[in-house]
């Protein structure tokens, strides 16, 4: 568990791509993200007030979140600088970088001296069990993709948002590191031991009120040959009552496989579905959600409209047009 | 890869049970089996000939493996002190237990100073790729199961001796402690971090002859909510030409799930042909494996012929009947 509010570290980022996770923050825990710093040179702008350490002390900061990919798979020595700085302040740091923060023996020894946390949320902290696949209280939503990247992670939120705001009961579980950075706790999925996947994703989601929904973070795709079986061991374990399909229509070829080609919504739900029924007698097809940041605002329209009719199922972007149907078809469960 | 051949240490293995990875190494691999250790109250024995470290020296083994399972999750200071004489006599030793050889400050320390190696085969000790998907040449098989522990291990190890009295290529690849320590090599793919999963199964079966059957070892089972995404990987990274389904008959629930139900034949071909396609379009069932330890021979043969009927395909248990259907059917493609 990482302790919010954050300030966000930005550091000498180009541009706002390789701001993702701290863009992710800002849009979906506003209320975690009091402040970013910057490094001279730094290209990437959250539109947050501008905070030294001190600044970020006073409004009560709790964790240094570090926002954005490093160039080169290294922490730099300007990096450090404000890192140390930052633990020696009394601030936790968190990251999702490749090269660990616990690996910096500098980081580490000031960590150590000065009683801070450093959390490397790429890497599971707890030892999960291994599944037990008995059936749990509560109700579990999750969003498969017909390919890695397509607005799972967006999709699940954007739902949680809505929930709240309508008064139901909803956690957004997160399953990856821009996900565990946003909200401060979940599972590293992709880093988990093969026999540990499903148990931790069970330990996840475990029983909750009848009327709570668990929102969990998809992961890959039973159509990605890479990470298909995350994406098996997601839905295994989270033993989901209702499932929300997640397509991107303008993608020609699967993420990092030129030779797979992206399956239909309709391929998705056939496989999808029998696979979730093992683990979920009663497991159903609810929604669409389609990413569609690459098509014209009629574009759009125009193929959601076709996607209703042709799978019989409401079908939404819930990024660009709201999640409102997809969380009344939660409702009608 | 662990040198070979073996000296199989039994220890203090109450029963055969207790022995399972040395009868698996004895069946599969007698000419690596060369002879047997064992300690004052040892209730198993393999048959093979009673050695002294000196006399397995002088008999060329190089390897000692533990081939059975410990009391109570420790190496004892009875076991340790054959270990350590191993060692000090030149053998490398071998392990399948959960507590590492390695973990253990004695045998690191004379395993360092005599130059020796300590094998914990539950380990990777390979960084894996990532899955690229990419078409391999060669062709491969794989045995799926209703369930875990239904025989996959054996029915492929079966396959791979009848090919090879056949004049045919083929090759077995273990996916598994056991099968890595009968054949020397393979991958520990549950002890493998998820994102790597279907990566390493595609380094283990790499580019070969066109008339070349790698025969994967299978794990868990489609159906298995524990172990699911580990069967899913083995299934993308394999990209199987031919699958055999592999049965338990008698078995009344999932290994370790009282709440699930085994599924049938028909059931686990109908769901995994279209999971194996994605990964290779030209996929076939070609063969049922069946497990009838617990039947007698009248029945087994009965229900033999009642699924080679009712499947339109070749059905065999290859333990007990010999698997020259099975070979018959991947020659046939």
């Known amino acids: 568990m990482i302790e919010t509010p954050y300030l ?30 910057r490094l001279p040179g730094c290209g990437a702008d959250l539109g947050l007030p501008e905070m030294t350490l001190a600044e970020a002390k006073a409004a009560g900061v ?4 570090i ?23 009394g601030f936790d740091l968190a990251s999702g970088l490749h090269n660990l923060l616990r690996e910096e023996a500098d980081l580490r020894a000031v960590a ?32 498969v993709g017909t390919d890695c990247s ?55 989601t475990p029983d909750n009120d009848p009327d709570h929904w668990d929102l969990i973070e ?5 159509f990605h040959v890479s990470f298909s079986g995350v994406t098996m061991a997601l839905i295994h374990g989270g033993q989901p009552d209702a499932l929300i399909l997640s397509h991107e229509p303008t993608r020609v070829h699967m993420r990092g496989l030129p030779e797979y080609t992206p399956p239909t919504l309709e391929a998705l739900r056939d496989m999808v579905l029998p696979i979730a029924r093992i683990a979920n007698p009663a497991c159903q097809v609810v929604g669409v959600s389609v990413n569609t940041q690459h098509m014209t605002e009629d574009a759009a329209r125009a193929y959601l409209a076709k996607v209703e009719t042709e ?20 409702a009608a469960i």
């Open 311 to 330: 799978m019989g199922l409401p079908a939404t972007d819930p990024y660009r047009f709201g999640a409102e149907k997809l969380v009344a078809a939660l």
């Open 112 to 143: 150590e001296a000065t009683g801070r946390k450093l959390h490397d949320v790429r890497v599971p902290s707890v030892k999960y069990p291994i599944a037990d696949g008995k059936k749990r209280t509560g109700k579990r939503c999750l969003a």
């Open 62 to 65: 709790k964790t240094v979140v």
């Open 8 to 37: 966000l570290f930005l550091g000498d980022a180009p541009d706002m791509l390789a701001a993702k996770v701290a863009i992710g923050i800002r849009d979906w825990r506003p209320e975690n993200a009091v402040g970013q710093l």
């Open 67 to 89: 926002g954005v990919a490093n160039r080169g798979g290294v922490i730099s020595q300007e990096w450090k600088k404000v890192l140390v700085a930052a633990l020696e302040e």
């Open 218 to 222: 998809g992961q890959g795709s039973l």
């Open 150 to 204: 397509v607005g799972k992670m967006y999709t699940a939120m954007a739902m949680e948002r809505e929930m709240h705001a309508k008064g139901m009961k909803a956690t957004f579980r997160a399953t990856g590191q821009t996900g565990i950075l946003i909200t401060g706790d979940g599972v590293p999925l992709d880093a988990v031991i093969a026999d540990f996947m499903a148990g931790s994703v069970e330990w996840l």
